[in-house]
């Protein structure tokens, strides 16, 4: 994810257009805003409570609003259409119907990837839906849902190349583009670990690590050529296909390196107690897993169901 900080006061173009386009959805919206806000009246003029949430899941319910921090540019994950002037993608759904479930509207904001992992939120989001990988790193900083998909890493080289087919013999000491703090990064560096498999090793030897914001930005960096700026680059494999799919001159080489599990992350040392929201979210992702909502939405944006790790696998 990639968000960069600018003068106090001043907004970007992107900034200003995300502010507008991102703001609550009406209708249903206007009238759930107008009931909490009744609610809250009713008891303070009662003298019923202090009119404070005490916790998370009841501060999101109370605001009427569960804040999403995302990535305008990872399809077919999240990204910002600019044509429609919407969010799509596929996490984008799921935190629309965590959202409903909660009873609440969402509202989308981009925030720098390096902030999420190292749990640098304050309060500026209640939850992060943006494919992000479980590992015991991370789960110190971040409280994590059972898995609401699966992914593959895989390596893709600009489609001219000719001399990279096998990643495990052909990419020793080559640059190999990847997201900056990303479990691509730990994978090259040797210093992956996921739960249940322990530490991954990595196929490729004495590679030359080059990192960038986003996946996004190593793919486009990619493109520009075959060993112009890199040999290869390292991402989930639903990513690249889409990169390819939208025309961009890459092609998937080798099999997946390893399997990740895919998680909806919340802040551990929230401003407020976070527990019965973390429970509540869960369950949430259980119920849409059991339904098939989350089948319906991944055969939506994949082509194919990616929500058990076997489906995954037999990419």
């Given at each position: 994810m990639s968000a960069r900080s600018h003068p106090a006061g001043a907004r970007s173009p992107l900034q200003a257009r995300l502010a507008d386009e991102t703001a609550p959805r009406r209708g249903r919206a206007t009238l759930l805003g107008l009931l909490a806000a009744l609610t809250l009246a009713a008891a303070a003029c009662g003298g019923g409570g202090t009119g404070q949430a005490t916790d998370m899941l009841e501060a999101v319910r109370d605001r009427g609003v569960l804040r999403a921090v995302t990535d305008p540019r990872y399809a077919p994950q999240s990204f910002y259409d600019a044509r429609?002037?919407?969010?799509?993608?596929?996490?984008?759904?799921?935190?629309?119907?965590?959202?409903?479930?909660?009873?609440?509207?969402?509202?989308?904001?981009?925030?720098?990837?390096?902030?999420?992992?190292?749990?640098s939120w304050q309060d500026d989001w209640d939850i992060s839906v943006g494919s992000m990988t479980v590992t015991p790193?991370?789960?110190?900083k971040l409280s994590f849902t059972p898995?609401?998909?699966?992914?593959?890493?895989?390596?893709?080289?600009?489609?001219?190349?000719?001399?990279?087919?096998n990643p495990e013999a052909d990419l020793d000491g080559k640059r190999v583009g990847v997201c900056d703090g990303c479990t691509y990064e730990s994978y090259l560096r040797g210093?992956?670990?996921?739960?249940g498999q322990g530490v991954i090793p990595s196929?490729?030897?004495n590679p030359l690590v080059v990192?960038?914001?986003?996946?996004?930005?190593?793919?486009?960096e990619l493109a520009r050529g075959d060993g112009v700026r890199l040999d290869a680059v390292i991402s989930a494999l639903p990513t690249l296909e889409e990169?390819?799919?939208?025309?961009?001159?890459?092609?998937?080489?080798g099999g997946p390196l390893f399997s990740e599990e895919l998680a909806v992350a919340m802040l551990k040392d929230a401003p407020l107690d976070s527990t019965s929201f973390v429970q509540r979210v869960s369950q949430i992702i259980q119920e849409m897993h059991a339904?098939?909502?989350l089948t319906s939405l991944s055969n939506k944006w994949y082509g194919t169901d990616l929500t058990t790790a076997k489906g995954a696998a037999n990419r």
């Open positions: 429609l002037g919407r969010w799509r993608g596929f996490d984008i759904d799921v935190a629309t119907e965590i959202a409903d479930r909660l009873g609440v509207e969402v509202r989308f904001e981009p925030g720098a990837f390096e902030d999420l992992v190292a749990g790193a991370r789960a110190e898995a609401y998909y699966y992914a593959t890493a895989a390596v893709a080289v600009h489609k001219d190349n000719t001399s990279i087919s210093t992956l670990e996921l739960p196929v490729v030897q990192t960038y914001g986003t996946d996004s930005e190593a793919i486009d990169a390819i799919d939208t025309g961009q001159p890459i092609r998937v080489v339904d098939g909502t």
